[in-house]
């Protein structure tokens, strides 16, 4: 459900009712006063059944599993607290093998912290829970799939981080689960840091001393990698992947091609989880004017890809 005070509850809502999917059981992390408050604002059936694990679900359909104490629907220390609770059963449920995979809704940071939620993220809390090190958000879309190299640091670390250990760790990964989740040996193309790709040294050496060598190194083991690229005209070019050193460097392109339908995808967990491409929108929360499209990719993505892993 992700936060209560903001606009999960009611793309949730938006999502699962008048769904014609009967073979599916989907399992709502949050809040039962949420939830019924949630569809009324939509207007909207949504039969559910209260459960109180996991292993009460006996067949298809949608169930709620309350997760920690009643909340409000206001931003706040409560609401919070309510958000990092759901996550963490959904993240406890999925570790185990009762879900087939997650879906995230958002949650706000500065509340989450003031909880007690430690880390940057839902992304890297999942990695933690499951004991993942090695993983990486994409940006997904029908038009373009990015991958960070890094992620939420200044811009002036960043020529600090660019080593070509992570270089090669990030496309290895990336190699790795495009295979495992779309049974696709992608063509990925790394972009270069400087304007030009370096201009050959002339505009800094990272690409010559890191990037490059990485590229290299990974041709040698037969992943189809292309780089460094020149940022101004990479997206230009037929790629399945593109890795961006930093993150304004994929996230404007992105943005600007998939605002709306963009998706987050985990890579590494041992489960698939997306999410959508927006945040909690307390100024439109409750309002019932929130556009699901990115959250109905998120799932649409997200039920591709357990089909893909189990069929």
């Given at each position: 459900?992700?936060?209560?005070a903001?606009?999960?509850?009611?793309?949730?809502?938006?999502?699962?009712?008048?769904r014609?999917?009967?073979?599916?059981?989907?399992?709502?992390?949050?809040?039962?006063?949420?939830?019924?408050?949630?569809?009324?604002?939509?207007?909207?059936?949504l039969?559910?059944?209260?459960?109180?694990?996991?292993?009460e679900?006996?067949s298809?359909?949608?169930?709620?599993?309350?997760?920690?104490?009643?909340?409000?629907?206001?931003?706040?220390?409560?609401?919070g607290?309510?958000?990092?609770?759901?996550?963490?059963?959904?993240?406890?449920?999925?570790?185990?093998?009762?879900?087939?995979?997650?879906?995230?809704?958002?949650?706000?940071?500065?509340?989450?912290?003031?909880?007690?939620?430690?880390?940057?993220?839902?992304?890297?809390?999942?990695?933690r829970?499951?004991?993942?090190d090695?993983?990486?958000?994409?940006?997904?879309?029908?038009?373009?799939?990015?991958?960070?190299?890094?992620?939420?640091?200044?811009?002036?670390?960043?020529?600090?981080?660019?080593?070509?250990?992570?270089?090669?760790?990030?496309?290895?990964?990336?190699?790795?689960?495009?295979?495992?989740?779309?049974?696709?040996?992608?063509?990925?193309?790394?972009?270069?840091?400087?304007?030009?790709?370096?201009?050959?040294?002339?505009?800094?050496?990272?690409?010559?001393?890191?990037?490059s060598?990485?590229?290299?190194?990974?041709?040698?083991?037969?992943?189809?990698?292309?780089?460094?690229?020149?940022?101004?005209?990479?997206?230009?070019?037929?790629?399945?992947?593109?890795?961006?050193?930093?993150?304004?460097?994929?996230?404007?392109?992105f943005?600007?091609?998939?605002?709306?339908?963009?998706?987050n995808l985990?890579?590494?967990?041992?489960?698939?989880?997306?999410?959508?491409?927006?945040?909690t929108?307390?100024?439109i929360?409750?309002?019932?004017?929130?556009?699901?499209?990115?959250?109905?990719?998120?799932?649409?993505?997200?039920?591709?890809?357990?089909?893909?892993?189990?069929?």
């Amino acid at each position: 459900m992700g936060d209560p005070a903001g606009i999960g509850p009611e793309l949730v809502v938006k999502l699962l009712s008048g769904r014609p999917d009967t073979s599916t059981a989907y399992v709502i992390y949050g809040d039962r006063e949420v939830m019924e408050r949630a569809i009324k604002l939509v207007g909207k059936s949504l039969p559910w059944c209260g459960i109180g694990s996991v292993e009460e679900v006996s067949s298809p359909g949608i169930y709620l599993l309350q997760s920690g104490e009643p909340t409000k629907t206001e931003p706040s220390l409560s609401s919070g607290r309510a958000a990092v609770s759901y996550l963490a059963r959904a993240a406890v449920d999925a570790c185990r093998g009762e879900l087939a995979g997650i879906l995230t809704m958002p949650i706000n940071k500065f509340w989450a912290r003031k909880a007690g939620f430690s880390l940057s993220g839902q992304t890297e809390y999942l990695a933690r829970v499951s004991a993942t090190d090695d993983f990486a958000m994409m940006l997904y879309s029908d038009k373009i799939r990015v991958v960070l190299i890094t992620t939420h640091i200044p811009l002036a670390e960043v020529p600090r981080r660019i080593k070509k250990d992570l270089v090669v760790k990030k496309v290895l990964l990336v190699w790795r689960e495009m295979e495992r989740l779309f049974g696709l040996r992608p063509r990925i193309g790394v972009l270069g840091l400087n304007p030009h790709a370096g201009e050959g040294g002339e505009i800094g050496d990272e690409e010559l001393r890191e990037i490059s060598p990485a590229i290299e190194e990974l041709r040698d083991m037969g992943v189809d990698v292309e780089g460094p690229l020149p940022p101004d005209t990479a997206f230009l070019k037929d790629y399945d992947v593109f890795l961006c050193p930093y993150h304004d460097e994929g996230l404007i392109p992105f943005k600007l091609l998939s605002f709306r339908e963009g998706v987050n995808l985990t890579l590494g967990l041992p489960f698939p989880r997306t999410s959508p491409d927006h945040g909690t929108a307390y100024d439109i929360a409750w309002k019932g004017v929130a556009d699901p499209t990115s959250a109905e990719k998120a799932l649409a993505l997200l039920e591709k890809l357990i089909h893909n892993l189990y069929k």
